[in-house]
């Protein structure tokens, strides 16, 4: 019979929590199982896994197939590593009590690098209530230290080349004297004189001719 091991969906909408489970291949993906072996919580961070090394490793060596999932968290829990020794000690390659210190080690520090990462992920969610609350004011955004060091390193270079170049007083353009040029008067227009209306003699009546006579 093809066994599995795989993550059964449990958990509500938005909110999924897996059950890691070794079932049947051929059973539905949230249906029957022989045995579960532990959890999985990817909405906590990090992610929280909880997992029976040695149950998973019996599996394994009985035959179950991991899913690509369940592989990933077999080899970040150890067991994949595990199954990698066991199989050194049965070449030859080294005896028991080397492999089981190879194995403690590296359970040591991945439990210790867990540690550190969900102390960081407390400290900062507790770093951004108090900057809701007013208690911290938010840092200011500052460039990173190594760009710092390169713009530093830069200037000196760049006023070297600056002292290098040669110091040219510029050009200094002849200032030509601007004479106002000379406006000539125009001669005063004449104003044009009044046209003189000729005197239209009026014809001599019989009563003019006698004041003249007189």
Known sequence: MPVKIRLARRG???????????????????????????????????????????????????????TNTARAILRFKGVMFKKHLMRGVKKGAMDQDQADKLYSDFINAKEEKVLKRREEALAAKLLFWKQVSGEVKAPKATAPAEMAEEFREDAPAAEAVVEAAPNTPAEEAPVAEAEAPTVEEAPAAEAPKAEETPVVEAPATEDTAAAEEE
């Open 12 to 66: 509500r909408k938005k909110q999924p929590f897996y059950h890691i489970v070794v079932a049947d291949s051929r059973a539905k993906r949230d249906g029957k199982f022989i045995e579960q072996i532990g959890s999985y919580n990817p909405m906590t961070v990090p992610a929280t896994i909880e997992l029976d090394r040695d149950k998973a490793y019996d599996w394994l060596t009985k035959g179950a197939q991991p």
